[in-house]
């Protein structure tokens, strides 16, 4: 791929571009700060085949040149590419807390990676520290109980049975003296529950 640089206004922002949410703003923070390392890719008549939120944030910075790519492709081609490029940006999940291990590093760099403030403070809110619990789920949950195991296959079910329950970061010992476990969970009164859940039926 070779890669040029050329002054802005001779770039033609396609007329049709499917995708319209874009994060300008974030784009914008993002050069600035790293620059440019992706070049924004067009025909060979300048029409912006990808990066048009490149385009869009390079103004708002005042840049004069920027560098682009000419991709060899056909008329249909291009129209594939574009919406391919959208779409596959699209299909990436994130292991959250590898996720939070790398967000941990950067420090100073934090507001350059996308993610807006209430994101960074969910993701980097404080470790507890690794109390005992009031209730260990080995003396709470046993045959002397009568229990259920609720399960969900998606995340908004899970964030609303959270929030219902009031489901909390626990700690736990290990059978085999190995240090504390942590995970999200809580040991329900099903009567009580019941009773309060009647009240909204």
Do not use: C
Not at 101 to 128: A, I, M, Q, R
């Amino acid at each position: 791929m070779k890669v040029e640089t050329i002054d802005i206004d001779k770039l033609i922002p396609y007329h049709n571009n499917p995708r319209k949410d874009q994060a300008v703003d974030k784009v914008a923070s993002s050069i600035h700060e790293y620059g440019f390392q992706q070049p924004i890719v067009v025909d060979k008549n300048m029409v912006v085949i990808v990066g048009h939120t490149r385009l869009l944030a390079s103004k708002k910075l005042g840049l004069k040149k920027v560098p682009i790519a000419i991709a060899n492709l056909s008329k249909s081609q291009a129209k594939a590419y574009r919406i391919a490029d959208n779409r596959l940006n699209e299909e990436g999940n994130w292991d959250i807390d590898l996720l939070k291990n790398e967000l941990s590093d950067l420090n100073g760099l934090l507001n350059n990676t996308g993610f807006d403030d209430s994101e960074l403070d969910k993701l980097l809110e404080k470790k507890e520290k690794e109390e005992e619990p009031e209730i260990e789920f080995s003396e709470e949950v046993g045959e002397q109980h009568n229990y259920i195991i609720l399960y969900f296959d998606n995340d908004i079910d899970w964030l609303s049975a959270q929030t219902h329950f009031n489901l909390k970061t626990v700690s736990s010992k290990r059978s085999n003296g190995k240090p504390w476990s942590k995970g999200i969970g809580r040991v329900v009164n099903g009567g009580k529950y019941l009773t309060n859940l009647n009240k909204f039926t």
